[in-house]
Every structure is written in structure tokens, then in C-alpha cells.
């Protein structure tokens, strides 16, 4: 504990600084009060100053819910440290509630003796109802467990803005960011990223500029110098390999890897999409750099959307489609035909609560085994798993690398955490990425077996528009060779076995699975897609008490590396944390044979460290989980 | 055509493929291929820029028959996949082959927002009134009380005009023709072909297996002057064995009149297919027998930019506006910060 002397410049005041290694904030309120805004604000402040971050957003389907309701509550979580992060953070150490409807729906996750900030103007009778509170909730005797302060942030944002000549609305408006300015002064965030950024959103709007600079600088100063805040903390800066980072999204990396893709074959892209949350934040991104070639079409449905995007891989375009789990339903039929005409096409599905249109802005893992298994007939198709936000960059690639180098479709499965979530990016050096080599055939006059294949038992991809490749593709069975359509019952069989083996195949040229702890030993834990940060992080805290865990994160799930089955096979016991009710558990009994359990979760939101770390103890111990 | 080009001229049977053709024989289908075949060769639409897309139906097998690029897809999607191949190589011709049940059942959604958005397709709809491929079920444009399998007591669907569609869904060019009047509908193919934006063409073609003599009214030799008017620009609508009738104008409503006793071509209607306002063209595509002589020919052809025009044209607008782009300063968009 340090102890130091903060001017406001008439008075002196002690306040004591403690030094902390990590801190998890979460900004909560009505989904029109900014709160997406503020935490953002904070994220790109807190990575400028130096610490690891690592954020989630949690939002409301209703775009704007009845003000002061319960349905209509945003948060953004923000994790910061000065050691490396691997998520947003488990409890919550600060909640600043903008409302009684947002300290209702996020109170239980603050820890014992956490920070709890609050507008308390929010908390009228009116907004007291509207959450389902009898009492005010900031007089009951449950909250001394918590450090509360209740701060009348209406009326004092209003009196900071008063030189603005603002009024109501406009001025109600810039109260996220005196709530924003007060947790700056209590974590020492610097707030010139935010007093940058306002300049650059409101410069045409300089009335606006202002109240929101006073908004911040007030909230910051208030801090300062109210008696009522006896203590800060500082987080100290992390250890972070050196380079040029940026904050980014699963979603936006997406993006940013697929033009990258089709930029390194020298290829336009295309992107198919019909609007659904939460991927359409891939078409957006997309949407904005046409100066890349990029063709986006927004389509009139799911099932245009992948067709178009079939007819431009069949016309040499890198063609994407992207979409949630409601979306591939409608595309199987679809995706089908694309393994059939041996098409490369790229498939992402950013996955949401599900059945049906479930939980659309929440996050789970449930459509593995629709990604596996959901078309008629047998119909393999490669899926890849991105395990990070950055990662998503990577994989999108790397999609595009197997679609064109095998003729194939690939499904690229992420989820809602990590399309939303997001964490600081080391900016590649563009000369370092893999390049893809794409070959069409040439020009012929002595006939054209679309149907012939190379060792990987990939088609040759000849484009619509090269003189003496005419040839006819379709859904109906091909023969092997010529490609006319043929329903010769060896020669289905043939085919069936050929499509199989192809797709099989790409195991031969995806890395081997990385360890993480011992190559052998007491358990095993196994995850896919968005669970490493928590499970990673859990077996990491697990070991350090002496636990003997390990464990190993699946991105390619069909096929899968060729190693997966020894590795399993080295450890006595295996748990399979999954938010589904167990789908890779399930493919890895049948596969191996081995007894994996699933440690599973689907609330529509991530596993939090400790929910894995109990259920390795629970494992160690023998106990069911 | 530059003189050191050697340009080899296409013949009708140099579009055809290796491929016996599978349609039940006396099928419509047969004129229609024949037609477009002509129709390509003397376009002279060079074989590998020509793609061929259909669903799934009789009419689908299309793309087999013709030597080009071709893609036989799945069923009621053939719009969806030829607006993915016209936006990867807006240089291609393509083609879309469907039917009533494919194009306007299944189908019908594509069939609407391609034609709204204008890509540069040239749509043949065999219109057969029947679903054959399945063997006989009723399709959309199937009258209503036609007995069929899956209608034993009468169909209760009431039937859509698919001219109507199209041009509801606002369509640049509109026509209908028959599988039997092979000039005509030569003549209905190629302006379809040249027309720039989403070409929509109606083809009354007969099944003789389900559904024969459907479009016996207009086809027959002794009704068809009758009950079938040709569509002329700036013409006045006449038609009958004699060419002594014709549509007039009253108020709204078509009529017919006989021509004499006072009544000149100079009071009958005269058609416009480039008239901007598709009141008249939806007009046209409500007359129907037995009430009135079914409109043939182009009911529309209008210009409008077309969707793959105007999005080339948007990138080309943002390289001028932001430079061709670069991979580099794409990744670092957005606030960013070093560690040393």
C-alpha cells in the first residue's frame, strides 16, 4: 500500500494508492445510456496506458427496451491487468449501475467488498418499480458488503455541462462519460485516447464535443476531489511482447482476415449475407472497403445468401458467406451442393443461444453437431474453431487456404463471445502471411475432365470464361472423371468414398495439437473455440496449486489433427467443458473410445475460470461433475 | 471486329453437348432448345462466356444440352447462384432456365429481388402449368379446379400470372411467347439476350405427358388468331383470323372491338413496352383467355442501371476515394499503440 498526496489544486487531500494486478470493471444501464460506449472508451485507454485487456459486451435483443427496464440492461466488462489475460475476468471487482434495473440484473456477480458506484438520481420511485423493487435496494443491509457510493451523477453531469447552454436529452446523454471520467480517476486510466476520440467523433459538433469533455473531465475531477473516495488503485503495466497492437473483435478480425485472404490470392471477394445477429457485423466491416475488390451482396435470405456465394466460388471470386445457427439450417441444402459441385466456399457461422431464434445476442457452442451432421446424405465438410478474438484473423485465412486447396467448403465456427469480445492485436507484418496459391487451368482444345483430380483428390477449379473448359455441374451424382451426371451404383459408392477421403485428407497438412502442461498424466482437459481463455486459464491456476491437469485446445474439429487419439489416450481421465449440452464429448467417445466427460454450461454465457477449475477439482477428486 | 482476329463463326449444333437429351419426346422443351441455340449462334456468344444456370424440373436439364458453362443447382435457387456469377464475372453472359414450379413456387423470392435488383440475366420461365419431373401434382399456375394427382377433387390454389409478378416486382424487360411459334419465339430470345438487366420471359410450353394441350386456345390452328394478340411497339393491338378486332381502351379497362362502323386503329390501344410507367405492361399481362386474346410478345423493355454496374461502380468509387487497398494501413485502421 502506498500512500501519496493528490492536489485539486486549493486543497490537499491524502488519498491512498494500492497497487492491484487486475481489475474487472463492468458499466451497466438502460441499452440507450452508452454504456458499449464507456467500456470501449475505458479498453482503449487502459491498453494505451499499457495493461493487458480483454473485454465482453453484454446486450439486450431489443434494440431499445422501455427505459429503466430489465429487459432493456447493457453491460460491457472490461478485465485489465499487468500479467497476461486470457478473459474478460470472472467476478466483477467494479460495477458502476446506472440504473436500479442495471444494479438488479448485475449485482450478483460483484465479489465481496467490490466497488460498487451508482446514480443514485436513477433510483426513483418510478425506476425502483420498473426493476421489481419494493425498497430502495442501496438501504438494505446487504449492500455494506460491498464498498457503495452512491453518486447523484444526473445532477452533477447537468451542472458541469451548464456552460454548454445544453439542455434535457443532450446533456442526459453525456452522463455515461462523467460515470467514465470517475472510474478513469480511480484507476488512473489516462484520459487523452478518449478526449481524442471525442474530438473526432463531435468535431462537427463542437457544442457536443464540449459537454461530453466536460462530461469526462468532470466525473475525473469529482473523483479527485470528493472527500467521499479514500483510495484509488493503480495496475501496473503488463508484460506484452513488443509491436503495434490494436483492439479488435472476433467479428472485425474475421473480416479483416478474409479480405487479407482473397488480397494475398489477388482475388476479389465476395461476401453473401443476409442480416442476422450476431454476424452482421461481419457484413458492415466488409461493407466499408471496396477499394479492396470486395463485393458484398446482402441477400434476400439465407438460402440467396450461400447460393450467390456458390455461383461467385464457381466464378472464381474467394467467396464467404457468414451467419449464425438459424442461418444454417436454412443453408443446408446448400452446403450440400457445394460439396457435391466441389466448390471452395467459405462458411461462417457465428453461433448464438439456440434452439431457434433462442437467444440471439447471447453466446454458445451448440452447433457443432450441425456444422458435423446437418445435411442429407454423407456429406463431410472441413470445420476450423478460432479459440481467440485475434484468432479469428488467422483462421479465416487458413479457411480459405483448405477451401481452394482441397475444393472444398469450409465451415468456420465461432460464437457470440468471441465475435463481440475483444482483446489487443499484435498487427501482423503483411510479408510474414502465408500465401495462397491458387491454380486454374488453362485455356484447351483437347478436352477438359472437370472431375479429375490431384493427390489432395481436388478438382481442378476451371473458371466460367476460359475457352474449351465449358463443362456442366450440378447436385446430381458425377462420374468420377468426365463429371456427367451418372447413377451407376459403383460409381456412387465410389464417389461417396472419394469426397470422404478428400476431406480426411486435410489432416495431413494442419499443425500438430500444442500441450498445454505435460504430455501425459491425470487428466485432460479438452476445449473448442471460445472456452480457452477459461479453461487455459483455469488449468494454468490449477497446476500452480500442484494439480496434475493439462490441456489441449481442438481448432480443427473435422478433421481433426491426427494426433488427438494418442494424446487422449496418455492421460487416465478426460473433461470436455463445452457451453452445449456435450457434442464434442460425444464425437470424442465415439472416435476414440475413451471416457471423457463434458463439464457443461448453456446460460448464454461464458464459463467463467472458476466454474473450470471446480470441475477439474471436482475430476482430481473423484467426485461426478 | 478487328481484322487480325480470326474469329471462327458458331453454328446452332456447335452449343450442343455429347448429351442425350431426356425429355419425353413431343415435349415443348425440344423447340425451345433448338431456338436458343440459334438464337446463341447467331448472337454469336462465344461458348466458354455463356453460363447456364438452373434449378430443379424438367426444364432444369437445360444446361446439359448446351455447350457452355453450366450449372445445374438445386431447386428454386438458379437466380440466387447466376447473381453470384454475374457479380464475380459481370463479363459473362448468363442465362437462368426455370419453370412454374421451380422459379415461381420454391423459387419465388429469388425470382422477385433478382429481378428488383436488375442483374443482367436473361430468365427463360417454361410455363407448362404443371409439376412434370414429380409426375403430375398442380404448380402455381395451375387454374384453379384442374384435377391432378395431389387435386383429385380440383385444384383451390388460386393461380399467379407470372407476367404480372415480374412486373410487380419491377422488371426491365417483360415478355411472353410459345414453344410451338418457333420465329416468335426466336424473335422474344434475342431481344431478351440484348436486352442490359434482368430479361424475363414467359414460355407457354406444352407437357404432352401431364398436362397436354394446355395452351391449346392459342396454339390451335383454328382458335389461336382468336384468342392470342401480337404485341407491336407504337401498334395498335389487332388481331383476329382477319385482323378485324381489336383492344380498346375504356377507361381502365381493355375491350375488344371489331374494327369498322366508325371504329378506327386510330381508337384502339397502342402499345409501348418503353412507356416508364409499367401500368400499361401490367395491364397487358391481366388479359387472359377466355375473357380476352392473351398479349404475346415484349409487354416491357426499359432501361435502369443494372446491380453489377452499379457496384463495380462503387468500388471503383472507393479506390478513387481511398486508394486501392492496402493490406497495412487496413490493419492498423483504428486507434493503435506500440510496446516497447
Not at chain 1, 493487458?52 to 460491457?76: K, N, Q, Y
Not at chain 1, 460498487?116 to 438501504?139: H, I, Q, R
Not at chain 1, 477438359?448 to 481436388?458: I, V, W
Not at chain 1, 481442378?460 to 468420377?480: C, M, S, V, Y
Request: glycine share 10%.
Amino acid at each position: 500500500m502506498v500512500v501519496s498526496t493528490q492536489t485539486d489544486g486549493k486543497s490537499v487531500r491524502q488519498v491512498k494508492v494500492i497497487e492491484t494486478s487486475q481489475v474487472t470493471v463492468r458499466f451497466c444501464g438502460d441499452s440507450g445510456d452508452g454504456m458499449q460506449l464507456a467500456g470501449t472508451q475505458m479498453t482503449t485507454a487502459s491498453a494505451i496506458f499499457g495493461n493487458d485487456v480483454s473485454t465482453f459486451p453484454d446486450f439486450p435483443a431489443e434494440i431499445r427496451a422501455p427505459a429503466g427496464s430489465l429487459a432493456g440492461v447493457s453491460g460491457f466488462q472490461l478485465n485489465f491487468s499487468s500479467h497476461l489475460l486470457r478473459t474478460p475476468g470472472d467476478r466483477v471487482t467494479a460495477l458502476i449501475a446506472m440504473n436500479p434495473a442495471a444494479l438488479k440484473t448485475n449485482i450478483a456477480d460483484l465479489e465481496p467488498g467490490g466497488i460498487l458506484v451508482v446514480n443514485d438520481d436513477a433510483f426513483s420511485k418510478t425506476n425502483l418499480a420498473k426493476a421489481g423493487y419494493d425498497e430502495n435496494p442501496l438501504d438494505a443491509a446487504g449492500m455494506s458488503q460491498f464498498k457503495l457510493f452512491r453518486i447523484p451523477i444526473d445532477k452533477l453531469n447537468a451542472k458541469v455541462c451548464e456552460s454548454t447552454g445544453l439542455t434535457g436529452r443532450a446533456v442526459s446523454r453525456c452522463r455515461n462519460f462523467f460515470a467514465l471520467g470517475l472510474v478513469y480517476w480511480l484507476y488512473g486510466r489516462p484520459m487523452d485516447p478518449t478526449l481524442r476520440w471525442i474530438e473526432s467523433k463531435f468535431g462537427g459538433k463542437p457544442v457536443v464535443a464540449e459537454a461530453n469533455t466536460l462530461a469526462l473531465k468532470g466525473g475525473y475531477y469529482f473523483g479527485e476531489t470528493a472527500e467521499m473516495f479514500p483510495v484509488r488503485y493503480v495496475v501496473p503495466k503488463a508484460d506484452i511482447p513488443p509491436g503495434r497492437y490494436r483492439r479488435i473483435s472476433g467479428n472485425v478480425a474475421t473480416a479483416l482476415g478474409l479480405i487479407t485472404a482473397a488480397r494475398l490470392a489477388g482475388k476479389p471477394l465476395f461476401y453473401g449475407s443476409y442480416p442476422i445477429t450476431p454476424a452482421s457485423d461481419i457484413l458492415h466491416e466488409l461493407a466499408r472497403y471496396k477499394n479492396f475488390d470486395v463485393r458484398t451482396f446482402q441477400a434476400e435470405d439465407e438460402i440467396s445468401a450461400i447460393c450467390s456465394t456458390l455461383g461467385a466460388a464457381y466464378t472464381g471470386n474467394f467467396a464467404v458467406t457468414g451467419t449464425s445457427g438459424p442461418g444454417i439450417a436454412l443453408k443446408s441444402e446448400a452446403i450440400g451442393l457445394a460439396v457435391m459441385t466441389e466448390l471452395p466456399l467459405v462458411i461462417v457461422c457465428v453461433q448464438r443461444g439456440g434452439p431457434s431464434t433462442g437467444l440471439p445476442t447471447k453466446t454458445e457452442q451448440a452447433d457443432l453437431n450441425q456444422a458435423l451432421f446437418g445435411r442429407n446424405g454423407e456429406c463431410p465438410v472441413c470445420i476450423l474453431a478460432p479459440a481467440t478474438p485475434g484468432e479469428c484473423f488467422d483462421m479465416a485465412i487458413e479457411s480459405f487456404r483448405i477451401a481452394t486447396e482441397y475444393m472444398v467448403p469450409v465451415i468456420m465456427l465461432t460464437d457470440g463471445y468471441l465475435a463481440n469480445g475483444a482483446e489487443p492485436w499484435r498487427i501482423p507484418d503483411v510479408a510474414s502471411l502465408p500465401k495462397i496459391e491458387v491454380k486454374h487451368p488453362a485455356a484447351s482444345e483437347n478436352g477438359f475432365l472437370p472431375y479429375a483430380r490431384d493427390a489432395k483428390l481436388a478438382r481442378p477449379w476451371a473458371l466460367p470464361g476460359t475457352p474449351g473448359l465449358q463443362h456442366r455441374i450440378g447436385g446430381l451424382e458425377k462420374a468420377d472423371g468426365d463429371g456427367n451426371v451418372c447413377y451407376d451404383p459403383e460409381n456412387h459408392e465410389h464417389m461417396i468414398h472419394t469426397r470422404q477421403k478428400k476431406v480426411e485428407g486435410i489432416a495431413e497438412t494442419i499443425p500438430p495439437t500444442e500441450m498445454f502442461g505435460d504430455d501425459s498424466g491425470e487428466l485432460l482437459v479438452v476445449g473448442w473455440g471460445s472456452t480457452y481463455g477459461a479453461i487455459t486459464s483455469a488449468v494454468e491456476r490449477c497446476r500452480a496449486k500442484g494439480m496434475d491437469v493439462s490441456s489441449i485446445h481442438i481448432r480443427y474439429l473435422y478433421p481433426m489433427p491426427k494426433d488427438i487419439g494418442a494424446i487422449l489416450k496418455r492421460f487416465k481421465k478426460v473433461m470436455v467443458p463445452e457451453m452445449n449440452l456435450g457434442q464434442l464429448v460425444q464425437l470424442l467417445r465415439a472416435k476414440f473410445l475413451v471416457d471423457a466427460k463434458g463439464l457443461n454450461k448453456v446460460q448464454g454465457k461464458p464459463f467463467m475460470i472458476s466454474d473450470i477449475e471446480r470441475g477439474i477439482e471436482d475430476t482430481l477428486n473423484g467426485k461426478a461433475i | 471486329m478487328s481484322n487480325d482476329t480470326v474469329q471462327v463463326e458458331l453454328k446452332p449444333k456447335d452449343y450442343a453437348t455429347d448429351q442425350d437429351v431426356r425429355w419425353c419426346p413431343g415435349c415443348g422443351d425440344y423447340a425451345i432448345l433448338a431456338q436458343a441455340k440459334k438464337v446463341l449462334a447467331g448472337l454469336g456468344i462465344p461458348r466458354e462466356n455463356l453460363v447456364v444456370v438452373s434449378g430443379i424440373g424438367c426444364s432444369s436439364r437445360f444446361p446439359y444440352y448446351i455447350e457452355s458453362y453450366g450449372f445445374h443447382s438445386i431447386h428454386g435457387r438458379a437466380m440466387a447462384i447466376a447473381t453470384g456469377v454475374k457479380v464475380a464475372n459481370p463479363e459473362l453472359s448468363v442465362w437462368v432456365v426455370t419453370g412454374d414450379g421451380d422459379g415461381l413456387s420454391i423459387g419465388g423470392n429469388h425470382l422477385l429481388h433478382t429481378i428488383r435488383r436488375n442483374v443482367d440475366i436473361t430468365v427463360l420461365l417454361f410455363n407448362n402449368q404443371i409439376y412434370g419431373l414429380t409426375k403430375g401434382q398442380y404448380s402455381p399456375t395451375s387454374p384453379m379446379g384442374k384435377k391432378t394427382k395431389s387435386s383429385p377433387q380440383g385444384s383451390i390454389d388460386f393461380p399467379l400470372r407470372p407476367l404480372s409478378v415480374a412486373i410487380g416486382a419491377e422488371a426491365t424487360f417483360v415478355a411472353r411467347t410459345i414453344d410451338v411459334n418457333v420465329k416468335h419465339l426466336g424473335y422474344i430470345l434475342e431481344r431478351a439476350a440484348r436486352h442490359k438487366g434482368t430479361s424475363f420471359i414467359e414460355i407457354y410450353q406444352n407437357c404432352n405427358i401431364f398436362n397436354d394441350g394446355a395452351f391449346e386456345y392459342v396454339t390451335g390452328k383454328d382458335v389461336k388468331d382468336e384468342n392470342a394478340v401480337y404485341l407491336e411497339h407504337n401498334k395498335p393491338l389487332i388481331f383476329g383470323k382477319d385482323r378485324d378486332k381489336g383492344i380498346r381502351l375504356n377507361g381502365m379497362k381493355p375491350e375488344i372491338v371489331s374494327l369498322g362502323n366508325g371504329i378506327t386503329e386510330d381508337d384502339l390501344l397502342f402499345h409501348d413496352e418503353k412507356a416508364e410507367d409499367p401500368s400499361l405492361a401490367y395491364l397487358l399481362s391481366r388479359m387472359h383467355y377466355p375473357n380476352a386474346p392473351e398479349p404475346m410478345g415484349v409487354f416491357r423493355c426499359v432501361e435502369r442501371p443494372t446491380y453489377e454496374d452499379l457496384l463495380m461502380d462503387q468500388i471503383e468509387s472507393s479506390r478513387k476515394a481511398n486508394g486501392e487497398g492496402d493490406l497495412e494501413s487496413l490493419f492498423a485502421s483504428g486507434e493503435t499503440w506500440t510496446v516497447d
